[in-house]
Structures are given as structure tokens and as C-alpha cells.
């Protein structure tokens, strides 16, 4: 028997939102194990850096693609470059999202859509346009990212909140649909992770506090330890796990 190991060489992952916070570790993970990786973010000089940097060192391609993850038409186009540029894909990574914060005195028509847009449509969308080239593949898996908030409805969240638990009930969905061409769909549902933008603009001293004394866990969770979830997640080794959402919290739940 040989030892199990993680190892994405030869492989061809998308990501989206890959530019900055959870989705940047997700690209440098994947490139560092290995494997060739397109993403698309908004963010251009972020996502430029990155691809210039982990060029410099990477066994295979790693491509930025400027894309606006809530045009189902550009995001689908995104996907479909990113394809041709690897030769194929064998997983995508729905990471893009945006938790901007709103009372439900603020929603309207059109910021319930527009939130939906880039929190929920993009799963659909990207999964739909990388699902030809995993066929054509044989087979892969598709790794979406829902949130703990689908699980406690913070009031403050209440758009994004109804995105993630949306994601969840797709992740099943698509998991039944693609199921028979081998195409695995899992979701992975993360407490607060500790980014750059997360410090800036909410995780307080005193949020962290309160957040740290209802977790088990009392170090921070960190951007690498959800990447890890999705690598095992599109790894063979996950190779019979298909259509379930993973909570990776520090025991806050
Ligand atoms: N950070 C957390 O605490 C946390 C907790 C639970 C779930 N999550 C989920 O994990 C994933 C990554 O989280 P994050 O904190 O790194 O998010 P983030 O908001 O920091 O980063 C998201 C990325 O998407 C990009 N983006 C935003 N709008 C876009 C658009 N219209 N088109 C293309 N790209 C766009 C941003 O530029 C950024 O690079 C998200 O799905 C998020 O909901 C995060």
C-alpha cells in the first residue's frame, strides 16, 4: 500500500474571488501542490501580484482573469478561458462572495438581488460553465463555500445568510445532478476567519474576544486552515464524499 498523500500535479483547478483573503491561500495552496490554476476576481492589481508572484516558482500555469463574479455571462466566460488555458479542469472552487453588512431596514428590491448576485448566483453560474470541461476530464469536484452564519442568522447578515444556506441546499442539488459523471459537489462552512479584510472592518478586539470564549478552540482560525478542507475536499482522497457541507469553526457550534 502506498501512503495516502495530497498531491495536485498534473491537475487543473479554478477559483473564484481568488485575488485576496481566503481565496489567495486557496491559489497558493493549490499552485504549491502542484497543480496549474486560473482565478478571477475584480480586484486586478491583486489578483495581477499574485499570478506574478507564485509565477515565479510554480510548476504549472497561474493565470488571473479580471472578471465581475455577479455577470453570470462574464463569470461563465472567465471559467471557459481559464479551461482553454489549462487544457481542462478537474475542480472548481466557488469561494467569491461579499459580506457587506445590512439591516433589514436597508434591503430593497434591488439590494436583496444585487447582494444575491455576488453571494449565491456565482456558485450556480461557475459551476454550470466548469461542469463540461470536469465531464470531459472524467470527473472532479466542485468545492463551495457557505458560511456559519447559515447556521446561527446574524440579523445584520441577512441577505448573505439566505445566500449561504441557499449554497448549502445547491451543494445537494448538484451533487444529485452531477453525481453520475463522477463530479463530486461538497460545501464547506467556516466559522470567522481570521483575514486582512476581516480585521479592518469587523473582527475587533472585542469581537474577537466574545467569538474566541464560545469556541472550543482558542487560537485563531486562519485562512490556511479552510484551504486545507477544500485540498482534501478536491483530493481523491475524498474521492466517495459527495453532496455534504463541512463546518470548520473551532468547536464555536
Ligand atoms: N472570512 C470569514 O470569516 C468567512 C467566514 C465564513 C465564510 N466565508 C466565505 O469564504 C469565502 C472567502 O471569504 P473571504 O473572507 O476571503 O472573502 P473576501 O470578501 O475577503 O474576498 C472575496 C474575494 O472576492 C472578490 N470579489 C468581490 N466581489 C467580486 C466580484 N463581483 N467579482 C469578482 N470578484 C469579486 C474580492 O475582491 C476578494 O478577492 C467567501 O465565500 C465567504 O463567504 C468567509
Given at each position: 500500500m502506498t501512503a495516502p498523500q495530497l498531491d495536485f500535479t498534473g491537475k487543473r483547478v479554478f477559483i473564484t474571488g481568488?485575488?485576496?483573503?481566503i481565496g489567495a491561500e486557496l491559489v497558493c495552496q493549490f499552485a504549491a501542490l502542484g497543480a496549474g490554476v486560473a482565478f478571477n476576481d475584480i480586484n486586478e492589481s491583486a489578483g495581477e501580484a499574485l499570478a506574478a508572484r507564485l509565477s515565479q516558482s510554480a510548476a504549472a500555469p497561474i493565470l488571473f482573469l479580471k472578471a465581475d463574479a455577479s455577470d453570470a455571462g462574464a463569470l461563465q466566460d472567465s471559467v471557459d478561458d481559464g479551461a482553454g488555458q489549462l487544457g481542462g479542469l478537474d475542480a472548481l472552487i466557488n469561494n467569491v462572495a461579499n459580506d457587506q453588512r445590512e439591516t433589514i431596514d436597508d434591503i430593497t428590491p434591488e439590494t436583496w438581488r444585487s447582494n444575491l448576485a455576488i453571494n449565491l448566483d456565482p456558485v450556480i453560474f461557475a459551476s454550470k460553465a466548469a461542469t463540461p470541461h470536469l465531464k470531459a476530464a472524467g470527473g472532479g469536484a466542485i468545492v463551495n463555500f457557505s458560511s456559519l452564519n447559515a447556521l446561527l442568522g446574524p440579523a445584520d447578515l441577512i441577505t448573505y445568510t439566505t445566500a449561504k444556506a441557499g449554497i448549502i441546499g445547491l451543494t445537494k442539488s448538484l451533487a444529485e445532478a452531477l453525481g453520475p459523471d463522477r463530479i463530486r459537489v461538497n460545501a464547506i462552512i467556516p466559522g470567522w476567519v481570521v483575514t486582512e479584510k476581516q480585521r479592518q472592518l469587523w473582527l475587533t478586539p472585542e469581537a474577537e474576544a466574545e467569538w474566541k470564549a464560545m469556541c472550543?478552540?482558542?487560537?485563531d482560525l486562519l485562512p490556511e486552515d479552510v484551504a486545507h478542507l477544500a485540498l482534501f475536499l478536491a483530493s481523491?482522497?475524498?474521492?466517495?464524499?459527495?453532496g455534504q457541507g463541512f463546518v470548520i469553526d473551532a468547536g464555536r457550534t
Open positions: 481568488g485575488a485576496t483573503g472550543a478552540l482558542k487560537d481523491p482522497l475524498a474521492r466517495m464524499i459527495t
